[in-house]
């Protein structure tokens, strides 16, 4: 029962079960915050399920297949419920009810508002409730009982709908008898509306719209859909989309994309005709009542976007609560006629933005260079070629309007500046740059929010006048004001990322996960300047490689680097900070546990890191020439190690820091690793934000970096089940590029891995079982349907705990099989610690993420991020590395048993965490220390 019903209840505390809720959405998504302050407020148990966009792209084809059909607005709106009945199951709860019903009996969709009277509004609530089965309801039963889940529906009960359907329908329309607009479902709200000490529901919640279909679980989800299916259908496809589907042919490339699932479970058409319900639609209409409303008639979007002029301003709020008076405001629709006119305006207005922006040397406090203005350029031409394509169809301004109502005081007034995505501004400065941008677009002639005295160059004392009159106005009580704020958001965010690339240094990864066992980079060193390969190390401080004279040094993918063909090489004397001193020099010794070893000379020349970006620049550091490689060192492809960890090597500074003394270049001490399967991209002075993935935001741990990069792990769960909480996290946690497994305190992997397992039983996951540790998947294809990992961190004293998503793409691996057609095994990737309490978080936790190592201000920000991909020329191919791996890998695989093929080779060090397990892998490729043994291998 929940605290509400305690409340009311005469006879003392209920000992019945407690009411569970689910709600589930993308993040921020207005359901999700709907649905916790109504959980809040019943006191039930609530369950939150936050999925994200690729998550969700990845159960499209799972989607289509349990529900049969290939309708753009039924799989749009069944994909989020079939994630939450995957959650609910997996919770133990088999029966749910759901409000399938309320919207067809009462009139809640919102192309409701458009019903001409109260006998069509009444004729339509019949034709919807006659399809309920063939329609909603057959929807919400499909994606829920693919997951075992029963939905009922107490709206359906039939003496229920016998007193609802015997309502007047004047009462149940969305204007009232004088034509004043009003909420939908208003009669079934209004009985709800009781006293604050009866209420049932938040008065907020309770005279909430209606969001438009699918829009509840985040205002991205369609969008991203359509932004999907734009990368994978092609023009081609389109224009040839009657001669394939001359059945119910799609109209969009969201369709075709949907039609292409459809034929790959059922066939190109005859399931189609025989087994597909279809109809036009729009907002869930029936055909009939397309007829309302001349702009529904041949729209390609079925969605609720497409009844302009009714989300958020269409009704009068003070219809919302017996207590208001009626004062009716002038709804959006009434200023439609000036949009066009108004909108071109805007173009006047960015195009003399251009040429203030590149005359405005003050902004950024020096002259910018030509490449800026080139940038610029570009920048404002891609948002004048949105803005006329905006001014051919003005249906979403009402919808961006809604949106920028809640997030404008987020993104743009109450903005927080990120480490590596500003300029040498402070806050208070980059929010003033901000805000003249804003100014300079509604300063316009004939505009109301014109001001005077602002000339093609502002002073920082007009801009901040400016400023301050923009936010006392009231420039954005219209949608062509907020469309013109939206313009100025994407200019301002683009110039400033656009900034900071002048200030970061960037260069591509490569590297892979099975193939390699690491990610490396190249630097380029010396003058003229010799390229060395080296492997990304957030656990080593030091950055070394073998050189020409070497007495033991292995076969790598570069020539061994010359200092004597450097005319900047100098090697360093015996001073105060050597530890090992000879005739040669100041030099050093590194030994690992499981007996490998670098030793060399230390020496200083230029380097610089060698990306596809000429914006890099060389710095003079300390750099460590290998004259003595042992075991892993020897064997491993790249020539050397790039240690980006916070300690100094005997007293030597590391590369990063001179990186970061570079501030002509490099203007925060802050870098960044974004690791996709194949290769990636480091950054130093910032990050890039253009990789976010779509729904996902940067949340930041305090990171302790004394000698390690360190974070405080308190939990791990996977789907519902807490493996480890955080007395089995007693050891410190590492964040380490270096390792390529997750390593966890025995106890936690043992139970994490003995879930997953139990979980994905038989095929539940979508995979079929292959040993303990693997699952075989058809070739090409991810696991989307394993739960993912959910790490829980502290947030930092007196700060919320902060739970990072680990899909199940990162915590597993794609290992390729040999004598599976069709197949290839997914391996876990992650380990046991032994008996070591401590954590290691390598490079499966580093996966498909935008990690950004903030060591001015300790911070930590981690993002699920679409990464770059990028093959090195000299590709080591997985099978060809696969076949020099461990014998014993192949014959566990077919004995039931595939052990993991990482095996963290030493422990985290006092000076120097372990290099990563990708050189034991390696090793087995020299021919000089080890025998090849190619015949029983993957």
Same mark, same amino acid.
């Given at each position: 029962?929940?605290?509400?019903?305690?409340?009311?209840?005469?006879?003392?505390?209920?000992?019945?079960?407690?009411?569970?809720?689910?709600?589930?959405?993308?993040?921020?998504?207005?359901?999700?915050?709907?649905?916790?302050?109504?959980?809040?407020?019943?006191?039930?148990?609530?369950?939150?399920?936050?999925?994200?966009?690729?998550?969700?792209?990845?159960?499209?084809?799972?989607?289509?297949?349990?529900?049969?059909?290939?309708?753009?607005?039924?799989?749009?709106?069944?994909?989020?419920?079939?994630?939450?009945?995957?959650?609910?199951?997996?919770?133990?709860?088999?029966? &749910?009810?759901?409000?399938?019903?309320?919207?067809?009996?009462?009139?809640?969709?919102?192309?409701?508002?458009?019903?001409?009277?109260?006998?069509?509004?009444?004729? +339509?609530?019949?034709?919807?409730?006659?399809?309920?089965?063939?329609?909603?309801?057959?929807?919400?039963?499909?994606?829920?009982?693919?997951?075992?889940?029963?939905?009922?529906?107490?709206?359906?009960?039939?003496?229920?709908?016998?007193?609802?359907?015997?309502?007047?329908?004047?009462?149940?329309?969305?204007?009232?008898?004088?034509?004043?607009?009003?909420?939908?479902?208003?009669?079934?709200?209004?009985?709800?509306?009781?006293?604050?000490?009866?209420?049932?529901?938040?008065?907020?919640?309770?005279?909430?719209?209606?969001?438009?279909?699918?829009?509840?679980?985040?205002?991205?989800?369609?969008?991203?859909?359509?932004?999907? /299916?734009?990368?994978?259908?092609?023009?081609?496809?389109?224009?040839?989309?009657?001669?394939?589907?001359?059945?119910?042919?799609?109209?969009?490339?969201?369709?075709?994309?949907?039609?292409?699932?459809?034929?790959?479970?059922?066939?190109?058409?005859?399931?189609?005709?025989?087994?597909?319900?279809?109809?036009?639609?729009?907002?869930?209409?029936?055909?009939?009542?397309?007829?309302?409303?001349?702009?529904?008639?041949?729209?390609?979007?079925?969605?609720?976007?497409?009844?302009?002029?009714?989300?958020?301003?269409?009704?009068?709020?003070?219809?919302?609560?017996?207590?208001?008076?009626?004062?009716?405001?002038?709804?959006?629709? /009434?200023?439609?006629?000036?949009?066009?006119?108004?909108?071109?305006?805007?173009?006047?207005?960015?195009?003399?933005?251009?040429?203030?922006?590149?005359?405005?040397?003050?902004?950024?406090?020096?002259?910018?260079?030509?490449?800026?203005?080139?940038?610029?350029?570009?920048?404002?031409?891609?948002?004048?070629?949105?803005?006329?394509?905006?001014?051919?169809?003005? +249906?979403?301004?009402?919808?961006?309007?809604?949106?920028?109502?809640?997030?404008?005081?987020?993104?743009?007034?109450?903005?927080?500046?990120?480490?590596?995505?500003?300029?040498?501004?402070?806050?208070?400065?980059?929010?003033?740059?901000?805000?003249?941008?804003?100014?300079?677009?509604?300063?316009?002639?004939?505009?109301?929010?014109?001001?005077?005295?602002?000339?093609?160059?502002?002073?920082?004392?007009?801009?901040?006048?400016?400023?301050?009159?923009?936010?006392?106005?009231?420039?954005?009580?219209?949608?062509?004001?907020?469309?013109?704020?939206?313009? &100025?958001?994407?200019?301002?965010?683009?110039?400033?990322?656009?900034?900071?690339?002048?200030?970061?240094?960037?260069?591509?990864?490569?590297?892979?996960?099975?193939?390699?066992?690491?990610?490396?980079?190249?630097?380029?060193?010396?003058?003229?300047?010799?390229?060395?390969?080296?492997?990304?190390?957030?656990?080593?401080?030091?950055?070394?490689?073998?050189?020409?004279?070497?007495?033991?040094?292995?076969?790598?993918?570069?020539?061994?680097?010359?200092?004597?063909?450097?005319?900047?090489?100098?090697?360093?004397?015996?001073?105060?900070?050597?530890?090992?001193?000879?005739?040669?020099?100041?030099?050093?010794?590194?030994?690992?546990?499981?007996?490998?070893?670098?030793?060399?000379?230390?020496?200083?020349?230029?380097?610089?890191?060698?990306?596809?970006?000429?914006?890099?620049?060389?710095? +003079?550091?300390?750099?460590?020439?290998?004259?003595?490689?042992?075991?892993?060192?020897?064997?491993?492809?790249?020539?050397?190690?790039?240690?980006?960890?916070?300690?100094?090597?005997?007293?030597?500074?590391?590369?990063?820091?001179?990186?970061?003394?570079?501030?002509?270049?490099?203007?925060?001490?802050?870098?960044?690793?974004?690791?996709?399967?194949?290769?990636?991209?480091?950054?130093?002075?910032?990050?890039?934000?253009?990789?976010?993935?779509?729904?996902?935001?940067?949340?930041?741990?305090?990171?302790?970096?004394?000698?390690?990069?360190?974070?405080?792990?308190?939990?791990?769960?996977?789907?519902?089940?807490?493996?480890?909480?955080?007395?089995?996290?007693?050891?410190?946690?590492?964040?380490?590029?270096?390792?390529?497994?997750?390593?966890?305190?025995?106890?936690?992997?043992?139970?994490?891995?003995?879930?997953?397992?139990?979980?994905?039983?038989?095929?539940?996951?979508?995979?079929?079982?292959?040993?303990?540790?693997?699952?075989?998947?058809?070739?090409?294809?991810?696991?989307?349907?394993?739960?993912?990992?959910?790490?829980?961190?502290?947030?930092?004293?007196?700060?919320?705990?902060?739970?990072?998503?680990?899909?199940?793409?990162?915590?597993?691996?794609?290992?390729?099989?040999?004598?599976?057609?069709?197949?290839?095994?997914?391996?876990?990737?992650?380990?046991?610690?032994?008996?070591?309490?401590?954590?290691?978080?390598?490079?499966?936790?580093?996966?498909?993420?935008?990690?950004?190592?903030?060591?001015?201000?300790?911070?930590?920000?981690?993002?699920? /991020?679409?990464?770059?991909?990028?093959?090195?020329?000299?590709?080591?191919?997985?099978?060809?590395?696969?076949?020099?791996?461990?014998? /014993?890998?192949?014959?566990?695989?077919?004995?039931?048993?595939?052990?993991?093929?990482?095996?963290?080779?030493?422990?985290?060090?006092?000076?120097?965490?372990?290099?990563?397990?990708?050189?034991?892998?390696?090793?087995?490729?020299?021919? +000089?220390?080890?025998?090849?043994?190619?015949?029983?291998?993957?």
């Amino acid at each position: 029962m929940s605290k509400n019903c305690h409340r009311k209840c005469e006879h003392g505390p209920a000992s019945w079960p407690q009411l569970h809720s689910f709600s589930t959405g993308l993040q921020g998504s207005p359901d999700l915050k709907a649905a916790k302050e109504v959980a809040s407020f019943l006191g039930t148990v609530h369950h939150e399920y936050v999925f994200t966009v690729e998550e969700a792209l990845d159960a499209l084809p799972d989607v289509i297949y349990h529900l049969e059909t290939f309708d753009v607005t039924t799989v749009r709106a069944s994909t989020p419920m079939y994630l939450m009945a995957r959650r609910i199951r997996a919770s133990g709860v088999k029966m &749910v009810l759901s409000g399938e019903g309320a919207d067809e009996i009462f009139g809640g969709y919102l192309y409701f508002h458009k019903a001409p009277n109260a006998a069509e509004f009444h004729a +339509e609530n019949c034709r919807k409730i006659e399809q309920l089965h063939l329609y909603d309801c057959l929807r919400a039963n499909k994606a829920m009982m693919a997951w075992g889940v029963e939905a009922r529906v107490p709206f359906l009960d039939r003496k229920f709908m016998e007193v609802a359907m015997g309502f007047n329908p004047v009462q149940k329309m969305c204007r009232d008898e004088a034509g004043n607009p009003r909420t939908e479902k208003w009669i079934l709200r209004k009985a709800f509306d009781l006293p604050s000490e009866r209420s049932y529901l938040p008065q907020e919640v309770l005279w909430r719209q209606k969001e438009q279909f699918s829009d509840g679980v985040g205002y991205s989800w369609i969008d991203s859909i359509k932004a999907h /299916a734009e990368k994978v259908v092609s023009d081609q496809q389109m224009s040839t989309a009657p001669h394939r589907f001359p059945v119910k042919t799609p109209r969009t490339k969201e369709a075709y994309m949907f039609r292409q699932f459809f034929a790959k479970h059922f066939g190109e058409n005859s399931a189609a005709a025989g087994c597909v319900g279809w109809q036009d639609s729009i907002a869930c209409s029936s055909e009939v009542a397309l007829k309302w409303d001349k702009a529904f008639q041949g729209r390609a979007d079925a969605s609720g976007r497409a009844v302009a002029g009714v989300h958020v301003q269409a009704y009068d709020k003070s219809y919302q609560t017996a207590s208001q008076s009626p004062a009716p405001k002038k709804p959006v629709k /009434a200023q439609a006629h000036r949009l066009k006119e108004e909108v071109v305006t805007v173009l006047r207005g960015l195009a003399a933005l251009k040429e203030q922006v590149k005359n405005a040397d003050d902004l950024t406090g020096e002259p910018e260079t030509e490449k800026m203005r080139v940038e610029i350029d570009e920048v404002l031409k891609r948002q004048t070629e949105i803005l006329e394509d905006m001014v051919k169809s003005t +249906e979403s301004f009402p919808r961006r309007w809604a949106q920028f109502e809640l997030n404008t005081s987020q993104r743009m007034m109450k903005r927080e500046a990120e480490p590596g995505i500003q300029d040498t501004f402070n806050d208070a400065q980059e929010m003033l740059r901000l805000e003249s941008l804003k100014a300079w677009v509604t300063a316009m002639p004939g505009s109301p929010c014109s001001f005077p005295g602002i000339g093609k160059t502002m002073s920082r004392r007009r801009i901040s006048t400016a400023a301050t009159l923009l936010l006392r106005s009231n420039c954005w009580d219209t949608t062509v004001q907020a469309y013109r704020f939206h313009i &100025v958001l994407l200019v301002s965010e683009e110039l400033t990322n656009a900034r900071a690339v002048g200030l970061v240094e960037r260069t591509r990864l490569f590297g892979n996960l099975n193939a390699y066992a690491y990610y490396f980079a190249e630097l380029l060193v010396g003058t003229p300047p010799q390229a060395a390969s080296v492997i990304v190390d957030t656990g080593s401080a030091l950055c070394g490689f073998p050189c020409v004279g070497c007495s033991h040094c292995g076969n790598h993918l570069d020539p061994l680097f010359d200092m004597k063909a450097s005319s900047t090489s100098r090697t360093l004397p015996c001073g105060p900070d050597c530890t090992r001193c000879d005739a040669a020099g100041c030099g050093y010794l590194e030994s690992y546990s499981e007996g490998s070893s670098i030793s060399g000379l230390w020496f200083r020349d230029l380097v610089m890191l060698n990306g596809s970006d000429a914006d890099n620049h060389p710095v +003079e550091a300390s750099l460590g020439c290998h004259m003595d490689e042992r075991k892993l060192f020897y064997t491993q492809k790249v020539n050397g190690i790039f240690g980006l960890a916070p300690h100094g090597i005997t007293g030597r500074s590391n590369v990063l820091k001179d990186l970061f003394k570079d501030k002509a270049h490099v203007n925060t001490a802050v870098f960044a690793i974004c690791l996709a399967e194949w290769g990636g991209e480091l950054s130093v002075g910032g990050y890039d934000s253009r990789y976010a993935a779509l729904g996902s935001h940067m949340q930041w741990l305090p990171l302790h970096h004394t000698g390690y990069y360190g974070v405080e792990l308190k939990s791990i769960m996977f789907d519902t089940h807490v493996v480890g909480s955080s007395e089995e996290f007693k050891g410190r946690t590492v964040v380490d590029s270096g390792t390529t497994f997750t390593y966890f305190p025995a106890k936690v992997f043992h139970a994490l891995r003995e879930s997953i397992i139990a979980t994905c039983q038989g095929s539940r996951c979508g995979a079929k079982p292959v040993g303990n540790d693997c699952w075989l998947l058809p070739t090409g294809s991810r696991p989307a349907k394993f739960a993912p990992i959910f790490l829980t961190f502290s947030g930092g004293s007196g700060q919320d705990d902060i739970s990072v998503r680990w899909p199940a793409q990162s915590y597993l691996f794609r290992r390729g099989m040999r004598g599976v057609d069709g197949f290839e095994a997914w391996c876990m990737a992650f380990a046991s610690n032994g008996a070591s309490p401590e954590t290691v978080l390598g490079i499966s936790f580093f996966m498909y993420k935008n990690l950004v190592f903030d060591t001015t201000s300790s911070k930590l920000g981690v993002e699920d /991020a679409n990464c770059p991909q990028h093959h090195h020329s000299a590709q080591v191919g997985m099978e060809t590395f696969s076949s020099n791996d461990n014998p /014993a890998v192949e014959e566990h695989l077919q004995q039931g048993g595939m052990r993991h093929l990482g095996l963290v080779l030493g422990c985290v060090g006092v000076v120097l965490l372990l290099i990563s397990l990708g050189m034991f892998a390696c090793a087995f490729l020299s021919t +000089e220390e080890e025998n090849d043994s190619t015949d029983n291998l993957l």
